[in-house]
């Protein structure tokens, strides 16, 4: 008969409990989260939200085992899932530090190709440059600090001799050393990163100047501007807005660590910096790797031949700026 379902096989029963993964849909959201997570930037996103999450955590639930402490709901007035967490939030603040052990790659990647493709603008280009200094700064320090942190190295340095570059020739240790102070050499990492994010919101005024700059000039043909370049220039702008974001939500956090006493007394406003900071990253960082839909052809008006030579197609000045390697993983 047509509706008689099938027998209970072992295969059929094989198929229904092992093979269940089989009647769930594909979901573009997870082939994306995937995708996103991926990457070292990603990943380090989401490390990021988490982080500073449970930071933000940690204080409310001691606040509230004392509320419940003073009204007798609590034994004693501390929070034992607090502790755990702040311990999984310095977990995440020790890995992520760990993870940006090599992130002097990008930087010397990102600086070569700076000068291969400058920027338009001189100001652009020399604004560029100076975050690329600033960052060969930072990271070696924040390097030696992690390092330091964990006893890897000593906090003396011996200086190599000369005999250690002659083979053949038994070298006797130095006498000099550099030595390595903890505070010191958090406090100059940070003052470089903080370097670089001043310098990034003059980036980013730069850019807005150039995008400004663009629309008008398009507004002024007689055309005016397509409905594609008037949808390239509203995501342009949301991206200088996103990014701005970003960058006013580090500059307390970098101008709070680059001094010896800090300028915030409670350290929940830097806390809630860096879970702004870390959600508009995260937003920039999803919208980036969205896939692009595909045009349809059929959709595109069809081209007359001509005799003529086309003229070269000219970008936008905007398109040929090279973007910094982006301090989201901070």
């Not at 849909?25 to 988490?50: A, N, Q």
Request: hydrophobic share 45%; aromatic share 10%; net charge positive.
């Amino acid at each position: 008969m047509a509706g008689q379902s099938k027998p209970l096989t072992l295969a059929r029963l094989e198929d229904l409990t092992l093979g269940s993964f089989a009647f769930v849909p594909s979901s573009e959201t997870l082939d994306h989260l995937v995708r996103f997570l991926s990457t070292w930037s990603g990943s380090d996103k989401l490390f990021m939200i988490m982080q500073y999450t449970v930071k933000l955590l940690v204080p409310f639930l001691h606040w509230r085992a004392r509320l419940q402490y003073n009204a007798g709901l609590r034994k004693a007035p501390l929070s034992a899932s607090a502790n755990r967490l702040g311990k999984l939030g310095g977990i995440i603040s020790d890995a992520r530090m760990l993870f940006r052990i090599w992130g002097l790659l990008p930087i010397f990647q990102w600086m070569i190709a700076m000068e291969r493709s400058p920027a338009p603008t001189r100001k652009l280009r020399t604004i560029e440059r100076l975050q690329g200094w600033s960052m060969l700064a930072y990271y070696p320090l924040e390097h030696l600090y992690y390092l330091l942190s964990h006893s890897i190295i000593p906090e003396k340095l011996a200086l190599p001799s000369v005999t250690a570059f002659v083979p053949f020739i038994r070298t006797r240790p130095s006498e000099k050393h550099i030595p390595l102070k903890l505070s010191t050499l958090g406090l100059w990492s940070t003052r470089f990163w903080a370097a670089y994010v001043v310098l990034q919101l003059a980036h980013l005024g730069e850019d807005g100047k150039l995008l400004r700059l663009r629309e008008r000039t398009l507004a002024k043909t007689k055309t005016g501007a397509s409905a594609a370049e008037k949808e390239d220039i509203s995501k342009r702008k949301k991206a200088l807005t996103n990014e701005l974001i970003v960058n006013l939500a580090y500059l307390p956090l970098t101008l709070h660590w680059s001094t010896e006493k800090g300028i915030f007394e409670n350290e929940v406003w830097l806390d809630i910096c860096g879970l702004i900071a870390g959600i508009a990253s995260w937003r920039s960082g999803w919208e980036a790797t969205a896939l692009k839909p595909t045009p349809n052809l059929a959709d595109m008006p069809p081209m007359e031949p001509t005799e003529e030579k086309l003229a070269p197609n000219v970008d936008d000045v905007l398109k040929d700026v090279i973007e910094a390697p982006s301090l989201d993983e901070m």
